[in-house]
């Protein structure tokens, strides 16, 4: 091994990570003789891997995972894609995926489009240069086709949709059945004695609003009750579009007397809007939520909400994702993993009962 160089002195700005190159430089070697004393290499005789390894330690030397993934073409980067992080619905998913992927050895790199297609695409564009492994997403609110998604596809990235997904795509995901979660909160409300049911519904074009929707109009054909369009709201699944949609169905001849909202923030807001006007919940209006959202039991009365399996989803997607890891350039069928609904139901809609635990059994 060459004679040790001094290393250059330290100089007055700010002390950037030590490299391979550094270590290569003072012990005046290969980088590919320091790379391989670091990976404890069989070819590096043991005088030379003690030698790097102290050198390593003394200069507090820091290993650049990435760029030695992007070296070798690949990564254990796994990109993970939501709309937004407030709320436990997509902070629970994201947790599902981190726990899996850690135990896997990956790292996540976690991005939000903010409901943001413009943004989703800048984001798709920074996650395929990260030379991520894969990538995990739910899509905004406002995207409407499956485009600037193919890209990944054509570079052979494993992608993986949850929960939002787009329909109709040859595609991978992991989804809850929303139609099933929506027909269980409605029959619920139907078991309390409630005919004029309305529905605040969230837009159409995204498959998890739409199918809540079909469950609902599934649920009142059950019971030979004709739905009425008019019952029927759409609105952003916002706190304020839960108060202008209930606002708006207050103003009808004959008001409902049992509300199922597709999100639990607008159920909040419909809430809210019912304490304003004096109207009681659920003695005059029953109110059920979807998402099972922390703010359910906070809320007075607390919400009766359907509970979308959010860590078990983020689990399932990161399996779905190993699956294509595996399977390489093997042909794989496209698969969709469905996951079973549960109904918490509390105050907001038991009629006659006054002392209900927040954490009620799950319905059937």
Do not use: W
């Amino acid at each position: 091994m060459a004679a040790r160089r001094p290393r250059p002195a330290a100089s007055a700005e700010a002390v950037r990570p030590v490299s391979m190159a550094d270590l290569a430089r003072e012990l005046g070697v290969s980088m590919t003789t320091i790379s391989r004393a670091l990976s404890d290499h069989h070819s590096i005789g043991p005088s030379t891997k003690q030698a790097v390894l102290k050198l390593a330690k003394k200069l507090n030397y820091q290993p650049n995972h990435l760029a030695a993934a992007l070296r070798k073409g690949r990564s254990k980067l796994l990109g993970v894609m939501v709309p937004y992080i407030e709320g436990r619905f997509f902070a629970s998913v994201v947790h599902g995926i981190e726990t899996a992927a850690s135990r896997a050895g990956y790292s996540v790199i976690m991005c939000q489009s903010n409901e943001d297609v413009a943004q989703e695409r800048r984001n798709i564009e920074t996650l395929l240069s990260a030379q991520v492994a894969g990538i995990l997403v739910s899509v905004s609110r406002t995207t409407l086709d499956f485009r600037h998604f193919e890209k990944v596809r054509k570079q052979g990235v494993p992608l993986v949709f949850f929960d939002r997904v787009l329909e109709g795509e040859n595609i991978n995901s992991v989804v809850l059945n929303d139609q099933q979660g929506a027909f269980l909160a409605t029959r619920h409300l139907l078991a309390q004695g409630c005919r004029s049911i309305a529905h605040l519904a969230g837009p159409q074009h995204l498959n998890i609003y739409k199918n809540r929707r079909q469950g609902y109009l599934d649920a009142l054909s059950s019971s030979d009750i004709t739905p009425n369009e008019s019952l029927i709201v759409e609105c952003d699944m916002s706190v304020e579009g839960g108060q202008t949609a209930m606002a708006q169905l207050l103003t009808l001849p004959n008001p409902p007397n049992a509300v199922f909202s597709a999100g639990d923030s607008a159920a909040l807001g419909a809430l809210q809007l019912l304490k304003s006007r004096g109207v009681r919940v659920p003695q005059d209006v029953a109110l059920v939520g979807f998402s099972n959202e922390a703010l359910t039991l906070v809320a007075e009365p607390n919400i009766t909400s359907v509970d979308q399996r959010c860590e078990e989803m983020g689990q399932a997607a990161f399996r779905l994702f190993t699956e294509l890891v595996e399977a390489g350039n093997a042909p794989i069928s496209q698969r969709q993993v469905v996951l079973q609904p549960q109904l918490f139901e509390r105050a907001s809609s038991l009629l006659g009962v006054t002392d209900k635990s927040p954490e009620a059994n799950p319905a059937a």
